[in-house]
């Protein structure tokens, strides 16, 4: 319900309670596809958080919001400051408007095109994150500049001739209407039945705009729903109602974020379960054969004294020997030899077998009782885990299993979480170390032979990598200036109208030995002059 059109539309009536003639301080990104807006209004500051992540888009007002002390980046800067005057919802289509002073915000939800974007009063444009290479920004300006936006509640007339009156004529005529609306009405049995399903909506509609919120969750499932109190269409086992959807909406972020942190260990958990406690049962019903057929160290001590009895018989190179069974009526019995070896030595292994095997069965069943022992712990932890009802019991859960948080990095690729980040024109990924052990990971250990590298000629600074992913395909002049930028931004250079980067590929680079933390030799190097800057087209992607 969160991605409705109707929701956002009650979402952008209360916020502007909040939000009207507020001033905007600073706009930053401290986290991929997230962006944050700082208000401040009668010395009350408030944030508003926006989600661009088309599979979790949101907008929400948060009272407060705890700002990195590191790795956030400016947005959107040539606006600030700005007074918002309030915000708007397109007519019929999930764009959400920002009117300011100096121009407007669109927050747009489209799939892979949703984003906010920026246009000035001189209708310059700019994005949070950059655009598909199909987006015509020409299109949009022309698309915006037709649009009716309002800023009250969409009182929606719905109009279809009477024959047409159906799910499916009307999803195509208001597409806007989303699934939440149409499903809720399709369950309500009563105005269902009587054949005309436009005055379902309409009261559908109505509740959005005045019924208290709900999220229900289900922490087994780690569902979440949010909706209203009136609606059919709800389940759990747990709800709690709000009486504003600003609230609720910042409660279900919340809650949703923590039922994923849940599932995520449940799932951890789960499959450490079914992996150690296969394993165990394999081992116990291994085990258990093995006791139950006995042991056969008596039979293999009768053969060995009969053999030791009839030595005389026994000649090197003989495969089997038959001799009298003096345990049973002196009854011939063969006995396998081992050809290769003499007389006494085959008595002797007869023996050894005898011994071994016993050794062998009193082992087995000590390691039964063990193996026993551990799945009985297991499964009791199991009944445990069947039964918590919080993350709290999950963390425990791992402590004693001594499952690890998070999985040690092994894989080159994966450490690129622990360096700055950014991606220049949607497609060039450049890594910036963050101190010199850092570099020295992100150089000796990440960088491949012909990723580009970048450092600031003659001051400190950090070490940058330009991943290459296709060496058949040249990079761009203007892709490596703009990398050679956010080298020399990362450096002491920082406050340098211009600045020397040297640059080459990897495999040109060396570390010595004795060489200090962070320190390299170039065997040849390029230089470019830039200045320093996080140039247009580059988004920072943090994973702190």
């Known amino acids: ?197 436009i005055p379902s909506i309409r009261k559908i509609i109505k509740e959005v705009e005045t019924e208290k919120p709900v999220v229900i969750s289900d922490w087994k499932s780690s569902q979440l729903i949010l909706s209203f109190t009136s609606f059919h269409t709800i389940q759990g086992d747990k709800s709690e109602i709000f009486e504003d959807v600003v609230s609720a909406l910042n409660y279900f972020i919340g809650k949703r974020y923590y039922l994923e942190d849940a599932f995520e260990r449940r799932k951890n958990i789960q499959k450490y379960l079914d992996r150690e406690l296969g394993k165990l049962s394999n081992k116990l019903n291994n085990l258990k054969a093995l006791i139950e057929r006995g042991t056969r160290s008596d039979e293999y001590q009768k053969l060995g004294n009969l053999l030791l009895i009839n030595m005389k018989e026994i000649r090197t190179g003989l495969k089997e020997v038959e001799v009298p069974d003096i345990y049973s009526d002196n009854q011939l019995v063969k006995i396998k030899l081992d050809p290769s070896l003499s007389a006494r030595k085959n008595v002797d292994r007869y023996f050894d077998k005898a011994k071994d095997d016993k050794i062998k069965f009193e082992k087995a069943k000590e390691l039964f009782k063990n193996v026993e022992a551990q799945f009985k712990k297991l499964k009791s932890i199991e009944e445990k885990f069947v039964s918590a009802n919080q993350i709290g019991n999950y963390l425990d859960i791992m402590k004693e299993l001594k499952i690890k948080e998070h999985i040690q990095i092994s894989k080159p690729d994966d450490l690129q979480t622990k360096f700055k980040h950014y991606i220049i024109e949607g497609k060039y990924n450049l890594f910036v170390g963050k101190d010199s052990k850092n570099n020295d990971m992100l150089t000796t250990k990440f960088a491949k032979q012909n990723d580009y590298w970048f450092h600031a000629r003659g001051v400190s600074g950090s070490h940058a990598v330009l991943r290459v992913e296709n060496n058949k395909e040249a990079v761009p002049k203007n892709i490596l200036k703009k990398a050679a930028a956010i080298s020399a931004y990362h450096s002491k250079a920082k406050t340098s109208s211009l600045a020397p980067v040297s640059y080459t590929f990897k495999k040109y680079v060396v570390k010595k030995k004795g060489m200090e933390p962070g320190k390299v030799a170039m065997l040849k190097e390029d230089v470019l002059l830039v200045k320093p800057e996080i140039p247009a087209g580059c988004e920072f992607v943090s994973f702190d």
Request: proline share 4%; with cysteine; aromatic share 12%.
């Open 1 to 197: 319900m969160f991605k409705n059109y109707f929701f956002l539309n009650r979402l952008i009536v209360e916020a502007n309670k909040a939000l009207q003639h507020s001033k905007i301080t600073s706009i930053f990104s401290q986290e991929k596809d997230k962006l944050i807006i700082e208000t401040e209004r009668n010395h009350v500051n408030r944030f508003i958080e926006a989600s661009v992540n088309p599979g979790f888009p949101y907008l929400v007002i948060k009272d407060a919001f705890n700002r990195a002390k590191k790795n956030t980046i400016k947005i959107f800067e040539t606006i600030l400051p700005a007074v918002i005057f309030e915000l708007r919802i397109a007519v019929s289509d999930r764009v959400i408007k920002i009117c300011l002073d100096k121009g407007d915000i669109y927050f747009i939800i489209r799939g892979k095109y949703t984003n906010l974007i920026l246009l000035d009063k001189s209708e310059s444009i700019d994005f949070f994150k950059n655009m598909p290479k199909d987006f015509s920004e020409d299109s949009f300006k022309e698309e915006i500049n037709h649009t009716d936006f309002i800023s009250n509640f969409n009182r929606l007339e719905l109009h279809l001739p009477p024959d047409k009156v159906n799910f499916e004529n009307l999803q195509a005529k208001y597409p806007f209407l989303g699934k939440e609306i149409l499903n809720e009405a399709k369950v309500r049995p009563n105005e269902k039945e009587s054949g005309n399903i």
